[in-house]
């Protein structure tokens, strides 16, 4: 069965620190991959989808970047941190002949 | 633009009773739509996927309903129990099955 991973779970950093949050998915190859973002008592905002390895097309402009460096590793970045940045961050797959997404458990992240 | 809005922002019913939660978008001719629960601090899990061409689809106690000319789906919970209480997204596809998400209905089944 498939299984994501995402690590780590909660993260506290001061303004202009630099991110980085994995996500990697098990049992399944050449997976959709996403990753959102939710304020609190918000919905959910789509920040990367990729395709594939190499692949990434962004939604929104922001100080955030996002790589894929194999076929189910996806890795959410930023140089620099804001206070706006702070959020639940939670990535997800999608693949075969289904259109329904899995998301993983997320990363709490607060900056200060 | 596209936009979806998911209408009361939260919903309280009594135990036993049907929920009824809408889903309504503009600007989308949407092939699909589906609906994800989910709960405090979690990520949101996959519960239904209605196709345009069809016009209700169950799932135990789950019910949807998508009405393409109205451009609004209806998901119902019938004999809602407390553990139902969550909070409930509808979602709309893009062109590389990326999704939208409604912001979400908060639902509490009182007991």
């Known amino acids: 069965s498939q299984t994501i991973h995402q690590w780590p779970a909660t993260l506290v950093q001061p303004v202009g620190s630099p991110l980085s949050l994995e996500c990697t998915v098990e049992?399944?190859?050449?997976?959709?991959l996403y990753w959102y973002r939710q304020a609190a008592g918000r919905g959910l905002q789509l920040l990367f989808y990729?395709?594939?390895?190499?692949?990434i097309s962004s939604e929104v402009p922001q100080n955030l970047s996002a790589s894929r460096p194999q076929d189910r590793q996806f890795i959410l970045s930023s140089k620099k941190l804001l206070l706006s940045d702070s959020g639940f961050y939670l990535c997800?797959?999608?693949?075969?002949?289904?259109?329904?997404?899995?998301f993983g458990p997320g990363t709490r992240l607060t900056v200060t | 633009s596209q936009k979806i809005e998911q209408n009361s922002e939260a919903l309280n019913i009594q135990e036993g009773k049907t929920a009824t939660l809408t889903c309504n978008y503009t600007n989308y001719s949407p092939a699909y739509l589906q609906w994800y629960r989910q709960d405090p601090g979690r990520g949101p899990v996959f519960l239904l996927l209605i196709r345009e061409n069809e016009k209700e689809k169950r799932k135990e106690r789950l019910k949807v309903t998508f009405d393409t000319t109205l451009k609004q789906s209806l998901f119902h919970i019938t004999a809602s129990q407390p553990a139902d209480s969550a909070t409930y997204l509808c979602a709309l596809p893009g062109s590389a099955r990326q999704l939208t998400f409604g912001s979400g209905t908060q639902l509490t089944v009182l007991p």
């Open positions: 049992g399944t190859s050449n997976p959709n």
């Open positions: 997800a797959w999608s693949g075969g002949a289904s259109y329904e997404q899995y």
């Open positions: 990729s395709v594939g390895i190499g692949q």
